[in-house]
């Protein structure tokens, strides 16, 4: 007996069925008891959906920023001393030129791959805020924020406000001349805030504009006190994710205390890691062949310079768009100065947008009187009212961004610049108005279509003995036919019943 | 047409149940499809490393390495899609939130272990709460202040003063004879046009609208010596410099957000955002024929702030 337990073969038998991995598993969960916890994760169910997607395209791009911006770390220099170009790049050889913007160039063409990876950061940035507002939208039209997951809804929000801070900073970093420009608006956005402003630009700034200390604190805000909270936060959302489970659209067998779809070990784990290669690779195809940010083209930042079709990244346009409508109206009265002109659009604005964004929840939870557990998601066609509100904001925010290219657009179009700037006052004042009927009427046409959420049937066609043709629909499908699937009953506070169409919210999911 | 799959719990699944079958009806050929797939995606991996080794042209890299990690990609998401457990499965949701009992227990935790705390010895709970709410309110000052400097007076002046040269971004004197009517040049204070400060806040655009006197308005007879006018070139919007000139219109441009100045009337805003004219530099032409300024700005340059009257 003894003799058979000393091969080495027979000590791992020993431990349990599974030889090696259950030596392993034993060793683990003797220090750690990760047993009973390891197997309810890797039995842990996701739903199924496409929408779910988006947020792995954020998480996924956050990782490319992570991976890109390490590598560029190590080349760029946060610094404004002044130095003569004497590079690779010989357009700009002899230039005068901050140590940022020349190690910016250096990187991107004395640097083995450096060029790839700048354009990367670059565009894994743009998507990972795109991807962001993409998949709130998808929260807030299905309802995915309302109880338990306020707190989530919070943290989300909270992440895209420090994502477009970030991509600010480091769209600032190499100080060529559109970006400067940009840091010089910024400080007199911050210089126009009542009472504190100039203090406030100050202290930011480490004195009047340009300051000598901006590159410095913006790079290090930007690669550590930013990131190191947006990590925790993305923690945050994950863990918040795992312990409340997914949301899941109504369908067949869907509860409100279940979860239908796949495990995550092995079938969600290989989907989202192959998902994570895709979304990497294409961020690297961008990053190949799509030319992004060529700050040698734009030159070094010269305060007094400028130049034409000045605009920021794209998540700072709707910004950039209210600046350039909102009228010039100063208040200049007992010895002070106000400038709403500058205020109103790039400081309560935004405030106003995030500040709504945040409160959503509450304010519809106030007007519901719901305060019931969801875990089934809604049609935004199930709840007009918020989906208009939600497309009413998009509506706003889109002619704001168009806003923020008057110049071009009256260039392209060949009209009149101040026809333009008037066509975009008018656009932007009417668009929450216009969308809202629009949205909620479509959500309520949707919601009464009979058969709504159900797969079409086809038409089948035949011909008699006579020559006449004849069409009438085929029967059901005959999975749709078994079991009707009536979506769990939501209370619905917002709309007065519908009226009873005869398979309101029946829904077969195709897998 | 779907087959149809009622969800079952993973657990105690017999091993040869439909739903941890794969989705794929030819299973081989979904196979050989995604081995191809990665296939080309490992040739495309090392073909980045080949790349990178012999330091070929950027977009090779990313081509490979982009291309190498999306097809490798397609080939998981595939496998996972297509050739594992099919599925559905469910699973049960336990309520979030604890058993009445438990919630009371906390309750009591927090104000009879807690409270009794607080009530017993309120002093020494008052003077740490106290301290702490100090520190913070103390630290937030000597923090902010070595942040940088108060403003004070900083944005009410430039460097222009009474005889200063306007020189151009090289350091040259501009002479009455430099510039024809309908051109224009930057200036700075002489010796601060290589400074940050000069660029950024002493920048003036020097435009010549006519040989004779030029009056932009009334109060201001003498600040246009020989059809010289000087404005300030920070944006009354937002600072952006106020960098293009439209020759026939005799109206100055900024790019940033479309204002416009007109300068024969004193840069007074006709159109876009900005509340304000750009302030006018009152220059001389000494004896040698140089453009000179007669003193600072009679205002504070550049965008609203709330110190400015």
Not at chain 1, 347 to 358: D, E, M, Q, T
Request: proline share 7%.
């Amino acid at each position: 007996m003894s003799g058979v337990t000393s091969t080495p073969r027979a000590r791992r038998r020993a431990h349990g069925r599974y030889g090696r991995v259950s030596q392993v598993v034993t060793e683990i969960d003797e220090r750690l008891g990760v047993a009973r916890g390891g197997r309810t994760f890797l039995d842990k169910i996701f739903p199924d959906h496409w929408s779910f997607m988006l947020g792995e395209i954020v998480l996924y791009s956050f990782v490319v920023l992570l991976v890109t911006g390490v590598f560029l770390s190590l080349y760029y220099v946060p610094s404004s001393t002044v130095v003569t170009y004497h590079g690779s790049y010989l357009p700009l050889d002899g230039m005068p030129m901050s140590q940022a913007y020349a190690s910016t160039v250096n990187l991107s063409f004395a640097v083995r791959a450096g060029l790839l990876m700048r354009q990367m950061h670059h565009w894994a940035a743009d998507i990972f805020i795109g991807s962001m507002v993409v998949h709130m939208a998808r929260v807030f039209f299905t309802g995915a924020f309302r109880k338990p997951r306020e707190l989530n809804w919070t943290i989300g929000v909270t992440l895209l406000t420090l994502a477009i801070v970030n991509g600010f900073l480091g769209y600032s970093l190499p100080d060529d001349l559109v970006s400067g420009t940009g840091i010089r608006i910024a400080y007199s956005i911050l210089l126009s805030i009542p009472v504190i402003g100039t203090y406030l630009a100050f202290w930011v700034f480490g004195g009047n504009f340009p300051g000598t200390v901006i590159l410095e604190r913006f790079f290090i805000l930007h690669v550590l006190v930013v990131p190191l909270v947006m990590i925790g936060l993305v923690g945050a959302h994950l863990a918040l994710l795992v312990r409340q489970k997914h949301t899941q659209f109504p369908g067949e067998g869907r509860r409100e205390d279940n979860v239908v779809g796949s495990p995550m070990f092995p079938v969600f784990m290989a989907k989202t890691t192959g998902f994570l290669l895709i979304v990497a690779g294409v961020i690297a195809l961008l990053g190949a062949f799509a030319q992004i940010n060529p700050i040698w083209q734009f030159g070094p930042y010269e305060a007094s310079r400028i130049s034409y079709a000045v605009q920021p990244d794209w998540y700072m346009g709707f910004l950039d768009g209210a600046l350039r409508i909102f009228p010039s109206w100063s208040f200049h009265s007992f010895g002070h100065t106000i400038p709403f002109e500058v205020t109103i659009p790039a400081v309560v604005l935004p405030g106003l947008l995030f500040g709504v964004a945040y409160a959503w929840p509450a304010l519809e939870r106030r007007v519901t009187k719901d305060n019931a557990i969801h875990h089934l998601l809604d049609r935004p066609s199930d709840r007009p009212r918020r989906t208009a509100a939600g497309a009413a904001v998009l509506a706003l925010l889109a002619m704001l961004f168009v806003a923020s290219s008057t110049d071009v657009i009256a260039n392209f179009f060949h009209v009149s610049l101040n026809t333009v700037l008037l066509v975009m006052r008018v656009l932007v004042l009417i668009s929450p108005f216009v969308a809202y009927p629009i949205a909620y009427r479509i959500a309520k046409e949707m919601h009464a279509w009979h058969g709504a959420g159900q797969r079409k049937t086809p038409n089948v066609v035949t011909r008699t003995d006579e020559g006449e043709y004849r069409a009438e629909p085929a029967p059901a499908f005959a999975d749709d036919a078994e079991e009707p699937l009536a979506p769990t009953p939501v209370p619905d506070f917002i709309e007065e019943p519908p009226p009873p169409p005869p398979s309101r919210g029946t829904r077969a999911i195709d897998r | 047409m779907s087959e149809h799959r009622t969800p079952v719990s993973l657990r105690g699944l017999p091993a040869d149940d439909p739903h941890l079958q794969g989705a794929a009806r030819r299973p081989e050929l979904v196979e050989r499809v995604l081995a191809l797939s990665m296939l080309v995606g490992l040739v495309l991996i090392m073909g980045f490393g080949a790349c990178y080794w012999i330091n070929a042209a950027p977009w090779t890299l990313g081509a490979t390495m982009g291309g190498g990690l999306f097809f490798l990609g397609v080939g998981l998401v595939g496998w996972g899609k297509y050739l594992m457990a099919r599925g559905p499965f469910v699973e049960e949701r336990h309520a979030l939130a604890s058993a009445p009992e438990e919630r009371d227990a906390l309750a009591a935790a927090l104000v009879e272990r807690g409270g009794a705390l607080v009530k017993r010895r309120r002093v020494l709970g008052g003077l740490v709460g106290g301290g702490l709410g100090v520190f913070g309110i103390v630290a937030v000052f000597p923090l902010l202040r070595s942040l940088g400097p108060l403003p004070k007076g900083t944005l009410f002046h430039t460097d222009w003063r009474a005889g200063s040269f306007a020189v151009d971004i090289t350091g040259r004197r501009i002479h009455v004879d430099d510039l024809a009517v309908g051109s224009v040049v930057t200036v700075f204070p002489e010796g601060t046009q290589n400074t940050s400060r000069g660029q950024a806040v002493d920048q003036t655009i020097l435009i010549r609208l006519s040989n004779e006197n030029f009056v932009t308005e009334p109060g201001r007879a003498t600040w246009g010596p020989q059809g010289y006018v000087a404005y300030s070139k920070l944006c009354t919007h937002l600072g952006c410099p106020v960098g293009l000139y439209e020759q026939q219109l005799e109206l100055l441009v900024c790019p940033c957000h479309q204002s416009m100045f007109n300068v024969t009337n004193g840069a007074i805003p006709e159109f876009g955002p900005a509340p304000r004219p750009l302030p006018q530099l009152p220059l001389y032409i000494d004896a040698q024929g140089y453009v000179r300024s007669q003193s600072d700005y009679h205002e504070p340059v550049g965008p609203g702030f709330w110190e400015r009257s």
